[in-house]
């Protein structure tokens, strides 16, 4: 594979979602009607669970994104081909919708947008198939191991979760980093001779997630 093929896939996705996203932006009723929306998808319109992934608020959110895609894409498709990258990314969306609508499901009012689920799942696989990668963080001048911020990410979702921090789908980040931890290891379970000390400690934050909401201590 070469990397005509790495960025014809990549561009195809940033396409379509800044194509759904303009829609979106100039035509309201357009927008309303492919948003991820409880009351909506619980009446039986199921196809919010994935066009609501191609919609965003504004330039800004869309921007970062497929900035955020773009960046990660090519660390998933060097090493699992173009094909499973699109299963992890759409994987990663279904995913962290479902996720939201079963903590949501009886806020029929709840609404969401974005491809921030399947854009973190694709960060996710990035990081499970390169755990020493290092990030660079904006505000933090020196490298962060790829498994720390995965780590730290995760709990920070789980913290705005449990806060209801800003408007922003901490859930469906979560669930799209799950999607993606999930699917990467099925399509490379050698990564479980390798690199089980990463695999047990990206682990960690799903974990306390499913105990803090069994124990009801998740809201």
Do not use: C
């Not at 669970?49 to 959110?61: N, P, R, Y």
């Not at 911020?149 to 806060?163: D, T």
């Not at 800003?166 to 799209?176: L, V």
Request: aromatic fraction near 16%.
């Amino acid at each position: 594979m070469d990397n005509l093929d790495i960025s014809i896939v990549t561009i195809v996705i940033i396409v379509a979602n800044v194509i759904m996203s303009f829609k979106g932006f100039d035509n309201r009723g357009f927008f309303e009607k492919f948003k991820f929306n409880v009351g909506s998808i619980r009446r039986g319109e199921q196809i919010r669970m994935l066009s609501s992934g191609f919609l965003h608020a504004d330039v800004t959110h869309l921007l970062f994104n497929m900035f955020t895609l773009y960046f990660f894409a090519d660390a998933v498709i060097l090493k699992l081909g173009s094909f499973n990258f699109v299963i992890i990314y759409f994987a990663s969306l279904i995913f962290g919708n479902l996720l939201s609508l079963y903590f949501h499901k009886d806020d029929y009012w709840y609404s969401a947008i974005g491809a921030s689920g399947a854009v973190t799942g694709i960060l996710y696989a990035a990081i499970l198939l390169n755990p020493g990668m290092s990030l660079y963080m904006f505000f933090i001048p020196i490298p962060i191991p790829g498994y720390v911020f995965g780590i730290g990410y995760l709990l920070y979702s789980i913290y705005g979760m449990k806060k209801q921090i800003g408007n922003i789908g901490h859930d469906a980040h979560f669930g799209g980093a799950v999607g993606g931890y999930v699917v990467t290891l099925i399509m490379t379970p050698s990564l479980f001779k390798t690199d089980l000390g990463y695999i047990g400690l990206l682990a960690i934050p799903i974990i306390i997630l499913f105990v803090l909401y069994k124990t009801g201590k998740l809201k």
